[in-house]
């Protein structure tokens, strides 16, 4: 089944201890994306990669880091958690050429304190 | 500066009715508007899209309609069912870009 996963689906971590967010995808797709989901605020993007080893910033990257060392796998790691950065995250991914469907994973509750 | 702005912000509606939920956009780059669905709990998922070459698009009860003059387009549901109750995000995307600039979505409500 061709489908996005994340881990963890929930997290409650305290300010300043680090983590990391896994995204896989089983679709060979190029492009994946890191977005956050908050109230009244919609979907913003905070990151994105074309392909392995080129990523580049979304729209609210500050406090948050991402690699792709992998095609399938796109970790987002925060590096010193903020109450501001509790959210919704989502992990997504598209191939390049085709369809223009982007797919999204089931999301990942994060909950800074 | 937000790019694609996304009116109501929530909508109740009684079973069998239509739900509109429309979209405006400034950048006339943009050449790729989809709607996204998302359920509570789930990551969303793509409705239906369309390019600027058309005005209309349905599939089943879900149609969007596109006014390329006044940079606005929209989402209707027709028949509305308990089941479509969920968020819907609209999005726009450039020409030769695959970054996807989402409207801030609506909560939609169908009432039995």
């Known amino acids: 089944e061709a489908q996005v996963t994340q881990n963890p689906r929930y997290l409650i971590t305290v300010t300043g201890k680090k983590l990391t967010v896994t995204c896989s995808q089983n679709m060979n797709h190029e492009y994946m994306s890191w977005y956050r989901q908050d109230p009244g605020l919609g979907l913003r993007q905070i990151y994105y990669s074309m392909n392995v080893e080129v990523t580049d910033k979304g729209d609210v990257p500050e406090g948050y880091k991402v690699s792709r060392k992998e095609k399938r796998n796109f970790p987002l790691i925060l590096e010193s958690p903020s109450p501001n950065q509790t959210s919704l995250y989502f992990c997504?991914?598209?191939?390049?050429?085709?369809?223009?469907?982007?797919?999204f994973g089931p999301g990942t509750r994060l909950t800074v304190l | 500066q937000q790019q694609v702005k996304q009116s109501p912000q929530s909508l109740i509606v009684q079973k069998g009715g239509i739900s509109i939920i429309n979209c405006a956009y400034e950048n006339t780059a943009f050449d790729y508007f989809p709607w996204y669905q998302q359920f509570p709990g789930k990551g969303p998922a793509l409705l239906i899209a369309?390019?600027?070459?058309?005005s209309e698009k349905k599939e089943g009860r879900f149609t969007i309609s596109f006014n390329k003059s006044a940079k606005q387009f929209s989402l209707h549901i027709m028949d509305s069912q308990p089941g479509d109750s969920a968020t819907y995000f609209c999005a726009a995307r450039g020409a030769g870009s695959y970054q996807l600039t989402f409207g801030k979505g609506t909560k939609l409500s169908v009432i039995p």
């Open positions: 369309i390019r600027p070459d058309v």
């Open positions: 997504a991914s598209r191939g390049l050429a085709g369809s223009d469907t982007q797919y």
